[in-house]
């Protein structure tokens, strides 16, 4: 909840998703992996909440897309439908609608030339339509957070109830058997996002991962957690 900002590079086509980080912050972390502002084409805006839609005033509305109502002055041609199929370039992009108390909060399926990712984070569950859009992807961005962690913060019983709650967020036990369910043959990679450093650590996430995963008798090994200051890197690079 620092600040959110995944970028996603594919045949020499670079997309954005949320920006609730600096523009230094966001160049620096960008240049240290080998890219540069110019390979941001275009911007894909979860939902309005700070930590996510912070600096994303510093784009040109022409490149950015979002939920109803989440940019102020956008033209409504980039106001995106959920699910409704568009296209970025060669990307073809399924937007989700996802259950959080923000301004049409979307999750996104994209697909570039041969691999498909699924970004969704702040929702409070996983509807059975939406599980039918993203089973067996190469890569997965899932968000986790500790019940019993959060239980014992001194934040208020009402933000507690409101993490926990169907317009929250995922918990590490509902995120790991959602992806028992999900994950498949062409399954690369799982990263666990938007942990908080109060409600979570990752040895906490991964651990629960590692026993569920055990109960079910699935051997994956291939789970990062995002890192609330570091980069996080993943997939390989085609440009």
């Known amino acids: 909840s620092k600040g959110n900002s995944t970028f996603i590079y594919d045949n020499g086509v670079g997309i954005l998703i949320d920006c609730g980080i600096s523009r230094k912050q966001l160049l620096f972390k960008l240049n240290s992996l080998g890219f540069k502002e110019s390979n941001i084409n275009y911007v894909l805006l979860t939902h309005d909440h700070y930590d996510h839609n912070k600096n994303i005033s510093i784009f040109n509305h022409d490149i950015c ?46 697909k570039g030339n041969e691999e498909c990712i699924l970004y969704m984070t702040d929702t409070g569950y996983v509807s059975q339509k939406n599980r039918k859009y993203i089973i067996n992807l190469d ?37 790991a058997r959602l992806m028992v369910d999900l994950i498949g043959d062409r399954t690369k990679e799982v990263v666990l996002a938007h942990l908080s450093e109060e409600a979570n650590s990752e040895a906490k996430a991964l651990e629960t991962y590692k026993n569920i995963f055990n109960e079910n008798n699935i051997i994956f090994n291939k789970i990062k957690v995002a890192n609330q200051v570091n980069i996080v890197s993943g997939g390989k690079r085609e440009g």
């Open 65 to 110: 897309f979002c939920g109803k109502g989440c940019i102020k002055g956008i033209d409504t041609s980039h106001e995106i439908e959920p699910y409704k199929l568009f296209k970025l370039a060669h990307y073809e992009i399924m937007p989700l609608s996802i259950s959080h108390d923000a301004t049409s909060p979307l999750a996104f399926v994209i």
């Open 139 to 175: 890569y997965y961005i899932i968000e986790s957070h500790d019940v019993e962690m959060l239980m014992t913060t001194n934040r208020p019983y009402f933000l507690k109830r409101r993490i926990q709650g169907d317009t929250g967020h995922l918990d590490n036990v509902y995120s």
